[in-house]
């Protein structure tokens, strides 16, 4: 069993940045890639970024381009989200999640994790 626990998220002002983190714990497990999904009110979830451990190959939704860096410590099984340039439509809970069963692809639909977090919400005014 896979334990994944977020922090970071906020509120913040359009524009401004925020940092989340997502720790990964659990015994006899291998993580193959990590990603960030969001959900606003309403909507259904979506894919933000992912990265592979094997290739330390990132890749982003369009939303987040430019704006969001993921990047992943393996010494502590960490993944984190840097958002800068956030806008008013970045608010949403954002969920990590973590690949523990090797599949072939990008990692972009939440059907290729296994293991997700409770979520952290992040809010941004305008």
């Known amino acids: 069993q896979v334990q994944l626990v977020e922090s970071g998220g906020g509120l913040v002002q359009a524009g401004g940045s925020l940092s989340l983190s997502c720790a990964a714990s659990g015994s006899f497990f291998v993580t193959y890639a990590m990603g960030w999904f969001r959900q606003a009110p309403g909507k259904e979830r979506e894919f933000v970024a992912t990265i592979r451990y094997s290739i330390d190959s990132a890749y982003y939704a369009d939303s987040a381009k430019g704006r969001f860096t993921i990047s992943r410590d393996t010494a502590t099984n960490t993944a984190y989200l840097q958002m800068n340039s956030l806008k008013p439509e970045d608010t949403a809970v954002y969920f990590c999640?973590?690949?523990?069963?090797?599949?072939?692809?990008?990692?972009?639909?939440?059907?290729?994790?296994?293991?997700w977090g409770q979520g952290t919400q992040v809010t941004v005014s305008s």
């Open positions: 999640a973590a690949q523990t069963t090797l599949r072939a692809g990008q990692a972009i639909s939440h059907l290729d994790y296994d293991n």
